[in-house]
């Protein structure tokens, strides 16, 4: 029988019941994590709402249950009380994030254009674009799982919009937006290991 999160966590169920939900939501098990996300996604939904719209929402929704699904030290942030308004707190963060990171990723392209480097010397652009599709290369051969290939080439390389690409591909918006995610976490990985090689 499923319990209620909220319920698990108060005096309802006995304080014995809590103590050992709140050690198996620690431990990541994948009962409790499961029902978290289909009794928490309102919560989370409501959260990223108040900051972000369409796509972008569905987006920073997928990152907040990624975040929770993969990292223990967010898990064990929480201690106790109620979990909604954690995770409420915890989105809410998440989308403001996403919203300075468009920012900034907009500021760096306005201020490239300002300065000139868009329009860079044609030859310095063919090298470059030659050193990018080497490493794109290099990701997709030692990174990337081949189940996702498809979704890479999709949404990095063409930059089809998420449902065009979901459409393209037969598949879910939300299946699409994890592999994404999934990837774009093993991109930063790949790409920040290639910058620390000299």
């Known amino acids: 029988m499923q319990v209620n999160i909220e319920d698990a966590l108060c005096s309802g169920l006995g304080e ?17 994590l499961e029902q978290c996300y289909r009794e928490l996604y ?7 709402g108040r900051v972000l719209t369409g796509a972008d929402q569905e987006t920073v929704i997928h990152e907040v249950f990624y975040r929770l699904i993969s990292r223990e030290e ?27 990171r468009l920012q900034r990723e907009r500021g760096a392209l306005e201020q490239a254009r300002d300065l000139g480097v868009v329009e860079a010397d044609a030859v310095e652009a063919s090298d470059s674009e030659c050193e990018a599709r080497i490493l794109i290369e290099r990701f997709r051969r030692e990174c990337l799982p081949e189940k996702w290939h498809a979704v890479f080439e999709a949404r990095f ?19 699409l937006a994890y592999q994404e995610l999934r990837i774009r976490a093993l991109l930063r990985r790949f790409l920040l290991r290639e910058g620390s090689t000299p």
């Not at 390389?157 to 299946?175: D, V």
């Open 16 to 32: 014995d019941a809590a103590d050992r939900w709140l050690l198996d939501f620690h431990a990541g098990r994948r009962s409790v």
């Open 42 to 48: 309102p919560t989370v939904q409501r959260a990223v």
């Open 157 to 175: 390389l063409k930059q089809l919009p998420q449902r065009e690409a979901a459409r393209e591909l037969g598949m879910h918006r939300t299946t």
């Open 74 to 100: 967010l898990r064990r942030s929480f201690r106790g009380g109620s979990l909604k308004a954690w995770i409420a707190t915890v989105a809410y963060h998440q989308a403001l994030e996403y919203v300075r």
